[in-house]
């Protein structure tokens, strides 16, 4: 159960794993939170309003604007939001609206962001960077956006000029879950000087990653190396590739790292270890600002 | 049930997914053969001997020689059978003896290879390597061995010099069965020109791996690509990468290709998309050359 508030409206981060709301106050701050499982990836079309109503229901006591981003806008989500295509702000116009028959609840999905070539999609990031541009006006460099698929994003004049995504996190994820390495690769535990080094052998030969991952599962049964120490090299080994494929963004750019705090502080450290700076930014704080930045335009 | 035969001997290639055995006759010749799933993967050490009994107890009608491959050797296996250290013969000493509650049974297994620096590991490889070199004597050269782990094998003067292993074909399984390219790659299709260019990608930037996964899924959301072109394209990105890293390999060498048919022609039509021509070897006449290799040899 949601406490009894009354909110202006209600904000709505949903990702294909996740839904988290939030009833804002008119002055922009959150009067309560809730989340659920019940991402996009959950869902058909038609369970949609009652996953958010589960959360929301008690908030709307007369007619309430909802303003949601992610997947929810995907084709199979609960309505489609198509995208807008770089370059573009990243708060594009043509929200979409899904359909309820809650007498109260207008529904408002924000489009995600669509690049041709090279072929490239993000829903979700694009209210992340808008919201980091609401808090940094003018900002102009590079976001790297760590998670599952990460975003190394080019941002100038508050408008999305390109990106670029990596499968890193799910590949870090299944090759730990789903192959050989599960018996060698532990869920948690980390160590430093083992994913520098990876860094930098993932960098200076990228093409040997087949080899380095079996050679991970042969490490633990010849020299019995730690879950632990496997772990931080997998982990290296695959963000260092990406740096390496990374670095027309980051060479010479101002960058920022949004994210959850433990992967955006592994990314800034792999960033130092080529020398160069960024600064961390946290991924909840900029995804209500892009959220409130969509509202208001909504608002006129 | 099997046939009722009476071996010499019995052959048994046992690895973590499947166990397939052989009644061999005198003369070299198969009597009769039987498989099933009860792969290494999915038995405790008390459960070898009647998986084993399940396929060949009417084979057995005196004292029988078993003579087995591959991970039933492990450390979680029947009896773990010992690596023996490159350079070393493919048909190393040492065979483990596995305890059998049988009074008619004699089972065997051969070791598996190791190797220092790098780190590596195989079971059941050296087998098919023995028999390709029971077939070829005095054969120079490397051997690709495509698989779920596939090897690249350099053997000189009889002897396995040095190998390197790569996670390519569990990297393609995992990749399209368990993450988001699951909704673009099919499992089944093909298309050869796809495949020949996302080879060349692969070769020329393998750094951009988790950025050219993303892209497929990118292009079938954007550009509705097929399943059957996403296929060949996942699977020619993994191979150019490999190939990029086995380069010293099979760069200027004699090659064989040891594989099931589909996985080994690939292997060969890429190799000579490289200008490199290598011959093509069918896998199970090598696995049981290189068991009979081994029987004679336990024989004397």
Redesign the interface.
Same mark, same amino acid.
């Given at each position: 159960m949601s406490q009894t508030v009354q909110p202006e409206w209600i904000a709505a981060d949903w990702g294909t794993s996740n839904l988290r709301v939030w009833a804002m106050g008119s002055d922009g701050n959150v009067l309560a939170e809730a989340s659920s499982d019940k991402g996009m990836g959950k869902l058909t079309r038609d369970e949609f309003e009652g996953a958010f109503l589960e959360l929301a229901a008690d908030w709307i006591t007369g007619p309430t604007t909802v303003v949601a981003c992610g997947m929810v806008g995907a084709r199979q989500g609960w309505a489609e939001a198509k995208?807008a295509t770089v370059p573009c702000p990243a708060t594009p116009d043509g929200y979409a609206r899904a359909e309820t028959r809650h007498p109260d609840l207008s529904v408002h999905i924000i489009p995600g962001i669509?690049?041709?070539s090279?072929?490239?999609?993000m829903r979700g990031e694009e209210t992340q960077i808008a919201g980091f541009l609401a808090r940094n006006p003018n900002w102009d460099g590079i976001l790297c956006m760590p998670g599952t698929?990460?975003k190394w994003v080019h941002v100038s004049a508050d408008e999305v000029v390109s990106f670029?995504?990596?499968?890193?996190g799910?590949?870090f994820a299944?090759?730990s879950q789903?192959?050989?390495?599960r018996h060698s690769v532990g869920a948690s535990g980390w160590d430093e000087a083992t994913f520098e080094a990876a860094v930098d052998e993932a960098?200076s030969?990228? /093409?040997?990653? @087949? +080899?380095n991952?079996?050679?991970l599962?042969?490490?633990s049964?010849?020299?019995g190396t730690s879950a632990e120490v496997s772990r931080a090299r997998l982990s290296g080994l695959?963000i260092g590739? /990406?740096l390496? @494929? +990374?670095r027309p963004y980051w060479l010479g750019q101002q960058i920022a790292v949004i994210g959850a705090g433990k992967v955006a502080g592994i990314y800034v450290a792999a960033l130092a270890q080529q020398g160069v700076p960024a600064t961390q930014v946290q991924v909840e704080s900029v995804t209500l600002a892009g959220l409130t930045a969509a509202y208001k335009r909504l608002k006129g």
């Amino acid at each position: 159960m949601s406490q009894t508030v009354q909110p202006e409206w209600i904000a709505a981060d949903w990702g294909t794993s996740n839904l988290r709301v939030w009833a804002m106050g008119s002055d922009g701050n959150v009067l309560a939170e809730a989340s659920s499982d019940k991402g996009m990836g959950k869902l058909t079309r038609d369970e949609f309003e009652g996953a958010f109503l589960e959360l929301a229901a008690d908030w709307i006591t007369g007619p309430t604007t909802v303003v949601a981003c992610g997947m929810v806008g995907a084709r199979q989500g609960w309505a489609e939001a198509k995208y807008a295509t770089v370059p573009c702000p990243a708060t594009p116009d043509g929200y979409a609206r899904a359909e309820t028959r809650h007498p109260d609840l207008s529904v408002h999905i924000i489009p995600g962001i669509c690049q041709d070539s090279p072929s490239d999609v993000m829903r979700g990031e694009e209210t992340q960077i808008a919201g980091f541009l609401a808090r940094n006006p003018n900002w102009d460099g590079i976001l790297c956006m760590p998670g599952t698929h990460t975003k190394w994003v080019h941002v100038s004049a508050d408008e999305v000029v390109s990106f670029q995504t990596f499968m890193t996190g799910e590949l870090f994820a299944t090759i730990s879950q789903n192959t050989v390495l599960r018996h060698s690769v532990g869920a948690s535990g980390w160590d430093e000087a083992t994913f520098e080094a990876a860094v930098d052998e993932a960098i200076s030969k990228p /093409e040997k990653m @087949a +080899a380095n991952l079996f050679n991970l599962r042969a490490r633990s049964l010849l020299q019995g190396t730690s879950a632990e120490v496997s772990r931080a090299r997998l982990s290296g080994l695959l963000i260092g590739a /990406e740096l390496a @494929a +990374a670095r027309p963004y980051w060479l010479g750019q101002q960058i920022a790292v949004i994210g959850a705090g433990k992967v955006a502080g592994i990314y800034v450290a792999a960033l130092a270890q080529q020398g160069v700076p960024a600064t961390q930014v946290q991924v909840e704080s900029v995804t209500l600002a892009g959220l409130t930045a969509a509202y208001k335009r909504l608002k006129g």
